[in-house]
């Protein structure tokens, strides 16, 4: 059973700070790893990280995928309060038709 | 968005009634999914389709039922709500051959 999770769980930081999510897997067969921003409404997609591609960047996040240590951080840099949301990994199984999604972090940033 | 609505967006309902989720695409999607997001449960998978009437069961299937009797609708159906189904569902779509799945809006179901 492919497993993801997500640490850590919250996180509280002031603007201008970095932050450093991160999030583990366990798959049977890796294909890619995604990361969603979910604010208070569906999740949006951020980024696609694979085998080929293990690093994204766009604006002040990126994102670096690690296949040694079947991991992958999500880092933003110069926080606004607008990155305030919950960050979700996650996996598609060996017939990429199914996600299966950490339990997020909650990043809340405070003015 | 990827052309992706639900209907309702919001829903208030009494245990023991039916209620049927809709969600509606505009894109041509061929996988569709169903999620359930609870607070300490992160998003669970409830149903999915990969085609017009063929559809499977996720992690949490027991009390719900799904139809899709065409590509851009896929229905979600609770056939006896009761109050552990409280919760935000939102629907997927996937285009055949990738893996980002994309969401609709969500829709909060409070059973009373």
């Known amino acids: 059973e492919d497993k993801v999770v997500q640490s850590p769980l919250s996180l509280v930081v002031h603007e201008g700070d970095t932050v450093t999510l991160n999030c583990s897997y366990e798959?049977?067969?890796?294909?890619?790893l995604l990361w969603y921003k979910q604010e208070k409404k569906a999740p949006t997609f951020l980024f696609m990280l694979t085998s080929s591609g293990i690093e994204k960047k766009s604006g002040r996040l990126s994102s670096i995928l690690d296949k040694k240590e079947l991991s992958s951080i999500l880092n933003i840099t110069a926080t606004q309060t607008g990155d305030s949301a919950i960050y979700l990994c996650?996996?598609?199984?060996?017939?990429?038709?199914?996600?299966?999604f950490g339990g997020g972090t909650r990043l809340m940033v405070k003015p | 968005d990827a052309g992706i609505t639900q209907s309702p967006r919001h829903k208030v309902t009494e245990t023991g009634t039916p209620v049927t989720l809709r969600c509606h695409q505009t894109?041509?999607?061929?996988?569709m999914y169903w999620y359930r997001q609870d607070p300490g449960h992160g998003l669970r998978l409830i149903h999915y389709s990969y085609g017009v009437k063929d559809t499977d069961k996720g992690e949490v299937s027991d009390g719900y039922s799904v139809s899709r009797s065409k590509t851009e609708d896929f229905l979600l159906t609770l056939e006896s709500a009761t109050s552990s189904q409280t919760s935000v569902y939102f629907c997927a779509a996937q285009i055949a051959g990738g893996e980002t799945q994309y969401f609709g809006p969500g829709t909060r179901l409070l059973v009373l």
């Open positions: 894109e041509n999607h061929r996988y």
């Open positions: 798959v049977t067969n890796f294909r890619s």
């Open positions: 996650a996996v598609p199984n060996n017939a990429g038709n199914m996600l299966t």
